[in-house]
């Protein structure tokens, strides 16, 4: 072992210089996640309309199943099997809804969509999305 050198409980041992490039590597890392999705470009109005509305889409979340912001409005989605709807509207370059359910009591909610790929977005609500 030399001077600079580190052993571990295991007995396994490291450089000081390969500690320092493991250290860089790992900061780099943490900063690329940090800056990946969170930064990620939040759609306008104009691109929720061109990407998102009248589109099948799969999302994940606190639920997961398949939802269609139809033209006109009109909801169409399932959650757990089961189908249901409610309505939509873009105010501010945000999604309001109003679904028809008992757990929201057809309050309306509002969120961003973020453009995560290619065809993949996240909302401000944490819900992943995607195009199917």
């Not at 890392?29 to 990407?51: C, H, M, R, W, Y």
């Amino acid at each position: 072992m030399e001077k600079g050198d580190l052993r571990c409980s295991r007995g396994y041992q490291m450089s000081s210089s390969a500690i320092v490039r493991f250290a860089g590597f790992a900061v780099l890392f943490l900063i690329a996640g940090f800056v990946g999705p969170a930064n990620a470009e939040t759609l306008s109005a104009d691109q929720v309309q061109k990407e998102i509305v009248g589109r099948s889409l799969g999302y994940s979340g606190a639920f997961s199943g398949n939802i269609v912001y139809q033209r006109g409005g009109k909801i169409a989605y399932t959650a757990k099997g089961k189908k249901f709807s409610g309505e939509w509207k873009l105010k501010n370059n945000k999604m309001c809804t109003r679904l028809h359910t008992n757990v929201r009591e057809g309050k309306w909610s509002c969120f961003t969509f973020s453009r995560t790929g290619k065809s993949t977005y996240k909302t401000s609500l944490g819900y992943k999305v995607w195009r199917k």
